[in-house]
């Protein structure tokens, strides 16, 4: 009768194959079942059962030569899918239920044992009279015995699987009490300890299968054995110990969570405590600003009085000529005396004469002469006189006209001193009174109109807005309202009224370069004449001391959302002179109270209610601004909105520009979702108004905003030719090309004033282009802080600052580090990535170089050694992927060190090579390559070395070329300033007309949504 053998194969259940007939034995069956938790391991149970599955088969599978009866294989195979049914059925025990677990595992290790006994016996019985069939049936039950121990096995790393799925999401809730409690922490060594006792198990299942093996190859009758000390079961008491350590653990994160709430409870209190802080800080801040206005008002005051001082010292000298002509007559007066004194000295003497001596013919004669030389005297006297009388007249005169002069010079220097004190009035004043009158007329103190006349007025800076604020600065508010409202002046617009909604701004709320665009751009326009206000969220996460003078307007906008009104808290406050609106929604979803500021799962939802509450701002204080710049997809759904809302109202006085800063984010989401702030799903969800490309149910705020705006704008010429192509345009390609006429790129530029060698204090020594000795200081000090080999001073050192993210270029970065130290240099990284496996990749090359002395990898962001970076590096390489424009080149340059780049979009417009013969000798200032391999980077770098270590003069050159160049706003922002110009009302009346003139300058047309969407609703 044929019997069936089976073989077992991990993972696939027994392989059976028909044997030759033998004498039927017994048959002995095992039974284990196991049930417990196991800690992480350093292999998944996946990963083991492919170990397994690599192994040799010899290992894995045993030959059964010998007879058996026929049940014998059906019972393996019954035993099989008996252990299978059992292990579906195991469930991870609870802690209540751990006992047993345990009870069940010792139950069955000891089946195990009496299973062994029974063999042994049976053999004790049989040995005096065995037979050779009889040690092949033996040899063959414990082959079965070890089939069914494998098998066991097997279904323990199964067990093992589920268990580590569980332990998984346990770590997941522990993640979560991570972010609450920075206590948890230490868990990370936990897991440390437990991957080290991972290892220490797999060491014991290698161990375990090194016996397997060796007992698969007993040719004589022995049989395997399981007692107290088999790897197995010493396995299984590890498990239990872990077990039960895992039952602490649970009870330690307990008493933690506990913990936890009683932090939440005094949340209350501490938020009490912060309102009292900021409310102190921005007193503080008032005083500051307050002391501010006398040190400028003392300024002008100093300037007076030294124009004065020159002034008197001027007429002093007047003065002591005026005195030099008044003594001369003083003196012939003083001689006239002296003579009259003679003269009546002289009659005493003829009177005397006449008596005593002369005849009297004599004295007549004497008398006449005399009497001759009385008169002349007289005369000479007269003559005296009446030139002393002219003198004095012209002295009188002289003083008239002194004071005259005095007078003039005080009214002058009275006028100039207001001019200088308004000149010298920092910005922050203006915005800070604009904000005071727009918030007047939200919380409708001031009509429209009034509102309008002073905010012109403080927008041309004129004197008697200043003079009323510091007059009435102590007075109470009725008082100063009075104050106000009595000036008077003809109303004439000095320049455009621009207003930026975005989603960042810097420095309080930056997260890329979206943020320096927008204080950047709105001071360049600002110092044009135009007044420009910022819109912006209020982020928890903001950095409030950067903010001056803020404080929450006594009025509550209420905006649309959801089918309902939320209220919204207005505030006010100053960044860099530029005034600000921030919108603190009250939502029970906490919008902007989150910790970040992007990255949430409700994005879409956060940044539509606050475009919509934006909108519901401008148009509650009565604003009429001429430009809304919108910015990237939080705020692309101004455009829709505004059009299909706002206009209808009344509030159409604005043309929208859209500026997408990076088309690699779209926010795209369900299209059911737009209807929550108000817009028309139905209307908006089509191919050519806001239907994303990749599915018809899904909406895109970029391609919402391409459609609705009269201006529609990116940050460099080159990435605007390239989002017209199917790989930079992400889908929106052919949307571009369709509204190509009213799309342009303009190169974005950096804060000259932040970023200026020649002042920055981030440095150790200033330099500049005329005196580069300060740049080698920076590059030892660099060295010296960094721990730098500094035996070579003349060692060229390459920076590189930038986020570890694909479109950087992160390979090549890599790639960097080493062609860097074969060229013979020195390496520099700051930055770090959020995308998990790269930052682990970088972690274990700054490891492997932590104690090199010429590169350093520091994975973080740190603004104050990014600064001393640029200052001390002779070179930057930016091998990005694509860029759409790039700050990093300018500001490299900004400091004299040398940009490495791949030509691709802003890069492409800001660096030329310096070998490219085809471009004018003034405009080379880098090195550039294009194809984004190793060799092309490699190509670049080697040029760069050469260039730097052959040619030391030229290298010197280069870098005092690339400081001088303008990277400055004022170019873009006259951009930006002529295309907001040209989309006026004047322009659009000729457009309606069907003159085409506003494309004439820029090649490009402007386009008015309402007339492309006529028929709209």
């Known amino acids: 009768m044929a019997s069936v053998g089976c073989?077992?194969?991990?993972?696939?259940?027994?392989?059976?194959?028909?044997?030759?007939?033998?004498?039927?034995?017994?048959?002995?069956?095992?039974?284990?079942?196991?049930?417990?938790?196991?800690?992480?391991?350093?292999?998944?149970?996946?990963?083991?059962?492919?170990?397994?599955?690599?192994?040799?088969?010899?290992?894995?599978?045993?030959?059964?030569?010998?007879?058996?009866?026929?049940?014998?294989?059906?019972?393996?195979?019954?035993?099989?899918?008996?252990?299978?049914?059992?292990?579906?059925?195991?469930?991870?025990?609870?802690?209540?239920?751990?006992?047993?677990?345990?009870?069940?595992?010792?139950?069955?290790?000891?089946?195990?044992?009496?299973?062994?006994?029974?063999?042994?016996?049976?053999?004790?019985?049989?040995?005096?009279?065995?037979?050779?069939?009889?040690?092949?049936?033996?040899?063959?039950?414990?082959?079965?015995?070890?089939?069914?121990?494998?098998?066991?096995?097997?279904?323990?790393?199964?067990?093992?699987?589920?268990?580590?799925?569980?332990?998984?999401?346990?770590?997941?809730?522990?993640?979560?009490?991570?972010?609450?409690?920075?206590?948890?922490?230490?868990?990370?060594?936990?897991?440390?300890?437990?991957?080290?006792?991972?290892?220490?198990?797999?060491?014991?299942?290698?161990?375990?299968?090194?016996?397997?093996?060796?007992?698969?190859?007993?040719?004589?009758?022995?049989?395997?054995?399981?007692?107290?000390?088999?790897?197995?079961?010493?396995?299984?008491?590890?498990?239990?110990?872990?077990?039960?350590?895992?039952?602490?653990?649970?009870?330690?994160?307990?008493?933690?969570?506990?913990?936890?709430?009683?932090?939440?409870?005094?949340?209350?209190?501490?938020?009490?405590?912060?309102?009292?802080?900021?409310?102190?800080?921005?007193?503080?801040?008032?005083?500051?600003?307050?002391?501010?206005?006398?040190?400028?008002?003392?300024?002008?005051?100093?300037?007076?009085?030294?124009?004065?001082?020159?002034?008197?010292?001027?007429?002093?000298?007047?003065?002591?000529?005026?005195?030099?002509?008044?003594?001369?007559?003083?003196?012939?007066?003083?001689?006239?005396?002296?003579?009259?004194?003679?003269?009546?000295?002289?009659?005493?003497?003829?009177?005397?004469?006449?008596?005593?001596?002369?005849?009297?013919?004599?004295?007549?004669?004497?008398?006449?002469?005399?009497?001759?030389?009385?008169?002349?005297?007289?005369?000479?006297?007269?003559?005296?006189?009446?030139?002393?009388?002219s003198q004095i007249q012209l002295f009188q005169e002289s003083v008239r006209e002194f004071h005259d002069a005095l007078d003039r010079l005080k009214e002058e220097s009275k006028k100039r001193s207001q001019e200088l004190s308004l000149e010298n009035l920092p910005q922050e004043f203006w915005s800070h009174l604009l904000l005071i009158i727009d918030g007047w007329l939200l919380e409708k103190k001031i009509s429209v109109n009034d509102a309008k006349l002073l905010r012109e007025m403080t927008w041309k800076k004129d004197a008697r807005t200043r003079d009323a604020y510091l007059a009435s600065r102590s007075k109470s508010e009725h008082e100063k309202l009075a104050t106000f409202l009595k000036l008077t002046y003809s109303h004439t617009s000095p320049g455009m009224h621009i207003i930026h909604i975005a989603a960042e701004m810097a420095p309080v709320a930056k997260v890329g370069g979206l943020g320096d665009v927008i204080s950047g751009l709105g001071k360049a326009l600002q110092r044009k004449g135009h007044l420009v206000e910022i819109v912006l969220p209020k982020y928890d996460c903001m950095q409030y001391d950067l903010i001056t003078d803020m404080k929450a307007l006594d009025v509550v906008v209420e905006s649309y959302f959801d089918g309902l009104l939320f209220r919204n808290k207005i505030w006010v406050g100053t960044i860099e002179g530029l005034p600000v609106y921030f919108i603190e929604p009250h939502h029970p979803a906490k919008f902007f109270w989150r910790g970040k500021y992007y990255g949430e799962h409700d994005d879409f939802k956060r940044f539509s209610f606050f475009s919509r509450a934006a909108l519901e701002l401008l148009y509650q204080s009565g604003k009429k601004p001429d430009i809304i710049h919108c910015h990237d997809w939080q705020t692309a759904f101004v455009a829709p909105l505004y059009w299909d809302i706002y206009a209808a109202r009344g509030f159409n006085s604005a043309r929208i520009c859209f500026t997408c800063h990076n088309f690699e984010y779209q926010g795209t989401a369900p299209a059911s979702e737009l209807a929550s702030c108000g817009l028309d799903v139905h209307q908006l969800n089509r191919p050519d108004r806001m239907q994303d490309h990749s599915a018809h149910d899904k909406v895109n705020p970029v391609k919402g905003g391409i459609v609705f705006s009269n201006i529609v704008t990116t940050v460099s010429p080159t990435y605007a030719q390239e989002v017209r192509t199917v790989e930079g345009g992400r889908g929106l390609h052919e949307t571009l090309k369709s509204h190509s006429k009213k799309f342009v790129g303009i190169l974005n530029s950096i804060d000259t004033d932040a970023w200026n060698p020649s002042t920055d204090n981030y440095i150790s020594v200033h330099y500049s282009a005329d005196d580069l000795q300060g740049k080698a200081e920076n590059k030892d000090a660099i060295r010296k802080h960094l721990k730098l080999s500094r035996s070579e001073g003349s060692q060229p050192l390459v920076g590189c600052i930038t986020r570890l993210v694909p479109q950087k270029g992160v390979h090549l970065i890599r790639h960097a580090i080493y062609c860097a130290l074969e060229l013979g240099g020195q390496f520099v990284l700051l930055g770090s990535s959020p995308v998990p496996h790269i930052q682990r990749e970088f972690e274990d090359i700054a490891n492997h170089f932590q104690s090199h002395s010429h590169v350093r990898l520091l994975l973080k962001y740190d603004d104050a050694l990014s600064h001393l970076i640029y200052a001390a590096s002779d070179m930057i390489i930016i091998p990005s992927m694509f860029e759409p424009c790039g700050l990093t080149q300018m500001i490299a340059m900004r400091y004299g060190s040398v940009p490495i780049v791949r030509k691709t979009g802003g890069l492409n417009d800001s660096v030329f090579d310096v070998d490219d013969n085809t471009i004018p000798e003034q405009y080379r200032n880098g090195f550039t390559f294009v194809a984004p391999d190793e060799q092309g980077l490699s190509s670049a770098m080697e040029r760069a070395f050469q260039h730097y270590i052959r040619s030391p003069e030229s290298w010197q050159q280069l870098v005092q070329k690339d400081m001088r160049l303008d990277f400055s706003w004022d170019s873009s922002a006259s951009q930006y300033e002529e295309l907001y110009e040209r989309s006026g009302p004047f322009f659009w009346e000729l457009i309606r007309c069907g003159t085409d003139i506003i494309g004439m300058h820029w090649g490009i047309h402007f386009f008015d949504p309402l007339l492309h969407l006529e028929g709209y609703k």
């Open 7 to 389: 073989s077992p194969v991990l993972g696939c259940g027994f392989s059976c194959a028909k044997t030759p007939t033998r004498p039927p034995i017994a048959c002995l069956r095992l039974s284990l079942a196991v049930s417990c938790k196991m800690r992480n391991r350093h292999l998944s149970s996946q990963q083991k059962r492919q170990q397994f599955k690599r192994a040799p088969t010899e290992q894995l599978s045993l030959n059964m030569n010998a007879q058996s009866h026929d049940n014998i294989g059906c019972e393996a195979e019954e035993a099989s899918s008996a252990g299978v049914s059992h292990s579906s059925q195991i469930t991870i025990p609870s802690n209540d239920a751990e006992s047993d677990c345990n009870s069940e595992t010792d139950v069955a290790i000891s089946s195990f044992e009496e299973t062994n006994m029974v063999i042994e016996n049976n053999d004790e019985q049989e040995h005096p009279s065995i037979r050779l069939e009889d040690l092949i049936a033996m040899i063959r039950n414990a082959e079965k015995n070890i089939l069914l121990l494998n098998q066991a096995r097997v279904y323990a790393l199964e067990e093992i699987d589920k268990i580590i799925s569980e332990k998984e999401a346990f770590q997941a809730e522990i993640n979560n009490l991570e972010m609450k409690l920075a206590e948890t922490d230490a868990r990370i060594e936990v897991a440390a300890q437990e991957k080290i006792n991972a290892g220490l198990l797999e060491n014991q299942i290698e161990k375990l299968k090194t016996e397997i093996s060796s007992r698969n190859s007993i040719e004589e009758g022995k049989h395997g054995t399981l007692d107290d000390e088999s790897p197995l079961v010493l396995e299984l008491n590890d498990l239990r110990k872990e077990n039960a350590l895992l039952k602490d653990d649970i009870q330690m994160l307990k008493l933690k969570l506990v913990d936890v709430s009683k932090t939440e409870e005094r949340l209350p209190s501490l938020e009490n405590r912060h309102s009292l802080l900021e409310a102190s800080l921005m007193e503080l801040r008032s005083q500051l600003s307050n002391a501010q206005d006398d040190v400028s008002r003392l300024a002008s005051l100093r300037y007076e009085c030294k124009a004065l001082s020159d002034k008197v010292e001027n007429l002093q000298a007047l003065f002591s000529d005026a005195n030099i002509v008044m003594d001369q007559p003083s003196l012939r007066l003083q001689q006239y005396h002296e003579l009259q004194k003679k003269v009546d000295k002289i009659e005493a003497l003829v009177t005397e004469a006449t008596v005593s001596k002369f005849p009297s013919e004599n004295f007549h004669r004497y008398d006449e002469t005399l009497q001759e030389k009385i008169e002349l005297s007289e005369k000479r006297l007269r003559e005296s006189d009446q030139e002393i009388h």
